[in-house]
């Protein structure tokens, strides 16, 4: 069965100290990896898509990459405005999403 | 250029009752899939639009249905509400579909429609 789980499922940080947020996936035929982010009552709005293993992108403070079987989205010297949910995809014809990691940046 | 609108922004609704949710997506796609997600969860795949057919559908009971016309605007119902079925209902869009790249058909999301069911 296809699968993608997320972790850790919460993150505090202070500003300034970089993390890194997991993904891992299970899936027959993946076509694609998804990273959103999500702020509380919204939808989620896209980041990065990446296609195979090796690739990276990068967005200001974020960084996502993959391998064969996960993805990481490390985050540098984060600021209060990158407190959001952070969602993993993976497209094997239709989106499976992983349960998403909340992370909280304190000033 | 508008992105992905949805309404009813909130929808209150009672046990047994019908509800029928609406999506326009971004100018230039033809592609509509609807998601559900129940707090603090990720969205759950419920079915994809495309050339006015449903052609994809994940775990979801016939109760949930939909259609596009052929603007492209697509409707989600769901009849005989339980209260199970209370959660942010997502609409995403994607460009037409490349049939030589797959993989390659970005969703993007509307804010979403709250429905709580009483």
């Known amino acids: 069965e296809d699968q993608v789980t997320q972790s850790p499922e919460a993150l505090r940080l202070q500003e300034g100290e970089s993390s890194s947020l997991n993904c891992s996936y299970t899936?027959?035929?993946?076509?694609?990896l998804f990273w959103y982010r999500q702020d509380p009552g919204k939808g989620p709005e896209f980041l990065f898509t990446?296609?195979?293993a090796g690739e990276e992108k990068e967005k200001e403070r974020l960084k996502a990459t993959l391998t064969k079987k996960e993805s990481f989205l490390h985050i540098t010297a984060p600021k209060p405005e990158d407190s959001a949910t952070y969602l993993c995809?993976?497209?094997?014809?239709?989106?499976?999403f992983g349960q998403g990691t909340t992370l909280q940046v304190k000033p | 250029d508008a992105g992905v609108t949805q309404s009813p922004t909130h929808l209150i609704k009672t046990r047994g009752q019908q509800v029928t949710l609406r999506c326009s997506p971004k100018?230039?796609?033809?592609?509509v899939s609807w998601y559900q997600q129940a707090l603090g969860q990720g969205p759950q795949f419920i079915f994809q639009?495309?050339?006015?057919?449903?052609?994809q559908r994940g775990n979801f009971p016939d109760r949930f249905s939909g259609h596009q016309f052929p603007n492209y605007s697509s409707e989600l119902n769901v009849n005989a509400l339980l209260l199970g079925d209370s959660a942010l209902y997502l609409c995403?869009?994607?460009?037409?579909?490349?049939?030589?790249?797959?993989?390659?058909?970005?969703?993007?999301f509307g804010a979403g429609t709250r429905l709580s069911v009483l």
């Open positions: 995403a869009s994607s460009l037409p579909r490349d049939r030589g790249r797959v993989g390659k058909n970005i969703q993007y």
């Open positions: 899936v027959s035929g993946l076509r694609g």
């Open positions: 990446l296609y195979s």
């Open positions: 995809a993976v497209q094997t014809g239709k989106l499976i």
């Open positions: 100018s230039g796609h033809d592609t």
């Open positions: 639009y495309y050339e006015e057919e449903e052609r």
